[in-house]
């Protein structure tokens, strides 16, 4: 089924490209911007699109799409976030944020400039390939809402059904490398903030409150237990209580205590069991002490699963195996989440996501993504993100 032994003219022409690649992802690195808030960041790609001589589309208030129709064919939409994090950067590069307190420490500048690259090379080899390419940028991933919000503002209306959606990611590790996994690749996320209200009393008279702060301890020990006896051996999943605040000095009992959990999991049942299990523990601890306020829990920050099509992902690997050779690998699974999904549910359309690896600047070990000494090696980064964004897209297209 493949037809990548005829896409070798990519690397030559990502190679021509490659000037140009360095330079814009400097821009994009110097500007970051948080999520919702990316306007300079859409306005700058919109100006790169036009000199291509495409015409993009705003989607909402700041995310972007692009559209390459090249005759009869297939449809393809290949995806970049485009938000930084609120993260103080220390790299020390030359091309650092001049943006206080905001940096692209996910590499999601490495995106943009991965998408940009394969959408100019595309359009500028159309002799290649039949067929229509959606370029799609969208805004405030980190936060897990910017790929609904695409969807809210009118995505499916104002771009055709694809026949695959596809999306990458950069994170550390050996120059140059790709890697897939079908199936369940990336956790479903929830975070959920739990609220209890007590009675505060003088630290001296504990039987005239309802302390908040003992009950909270009996029940972040009694949530430990959802993972270990509730859930089957054979599944992964993740119950992590973060975040604990109450009280304020060592004589005041208070009213109320927060606290803050994330969950991870890979499969729908296990997390909607998790997730009952976990308000049954915190409404039986708040009877067992007698607290007569129901808690508040509420649930944020919600990242659906990225279950790659099997179909769709084994396509990519024979592409990605037959260009990158050796430097195709396994992707794990990880325990990071992605909105990237909405875009495709959006369209009942199958997708594919993938990772790529690059050394991080000064190879520091610590450095990952969301650290503030994260910024991955751009002479090796660039060029191959921009590489599989095409290959994968060609992939689809017809010759
Ligand atoms: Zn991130
Ligand atoms: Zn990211």
């Excluded at 009942?348 to 450095?367: D, K, L, R």
Aim: glycine content about 8%; proline content about 8%.
């Amino acid at each position: 089924m493949s037809n990548t032994d005829s896409f070798s003219w990519v690397t030559d022409a990502v190679a021509a490209e490659n000037d140009w690649a360095q330079a814009i992802y400097r821009e994009f690195h110097r500007h970051p911007e948080l999520s919702f808030q990316e306007v300079w960041t859409t306005e700058r790609i919109s100006r790169e699109l036009e000199s291509f001589g495409l015409t993009p589309t705003p989607v909402g208030h700041t995310g972007l799409g692009v559209v390459i129709s090249n005759g009869e064919g297939p449809t393809v939409m290949t995806r970049a976030d485009i938000d930084g994090l609120p993260v103080t950067e220390i790299t020390g590069v030359e091309y650092a944020s001049e943006q206080d307190g905001v940096m692209h420490a996910c590499g999601h500048d490495t995106h943009i400039t991965g998408l940009l690259g394969a959408l100019k090379v595309l359009n500028s080899h159309r002799d290649a390939w039949h067929g229509t390419v959606i370029g799609i940028f969208q805004p405030a991933e980190e936060v897990g809402t910017g790929a609904q919000s695409m969807v809210d503002a009118g995505l499916t209306s104002i771009f055709p059904k694809p026949d695959i959606v596809l999306g990458q990611h950069i994170g550390p590790g050996p120059a140059g490398y790709v890697a897939v996994r079908p199936g369940p690749t990336m956790s479903q996320a929830d975070s959920v903030k739990v609220t209890l209200h007590g009675k505060g009393a003088h630290g001296s008279s504990p039987h005239q409150s309802k302390d908040p702060i003992v009950l909270a301890a009996a029940i972040i020990m009694r949530l430990q237990t959802i993972i270990s006896r509730e859930v089957p051996p054979s599944e992964t999943s993740v119950l992590t209580v973060a975040s604990i605040h109450a009280g304020s000095g060592s004589n005041i009992i208070p009213p109320t205590a927060e606290l803050q959990l994330n969950l991870r999991n890979y499969n729908s049942d296990v997390r909607d069991h998790v997730i009952a299990a976990l308000e049954r523990v915190i409404r039986s601890e708040c009877d067992a002490s007698g607290f007569d306020e129901e808690p508040e829990i509420e649930y944020f920050n919600q990242f659906p699963l990225t279950d790659n099509d099997q179909a769709a992902a084994q396509r990519t690997i024979t592409a990605f195996k037959n260009y990158f050779g050796d430097k195709f690998m396994d992707a794990p699974q990880s325990p990071a989440s992605e909105d990237f999904p909405d875009l495709a549910d959006a369209y009942g359309t199958p997708y594919c996501y993938w990772f790529v690896s690059a050394p991080v600047v000064g190879n520091i070990p610590s450095a990952m993504n969301h650290s503030p000494n994260y910024a991955p090696v751009p002479e090796d980064a660039l060029p191959t993100l921009i590489e599989a964004m095409t290959v994968a897209t060609l992939e689809w297209l017809t010759a």
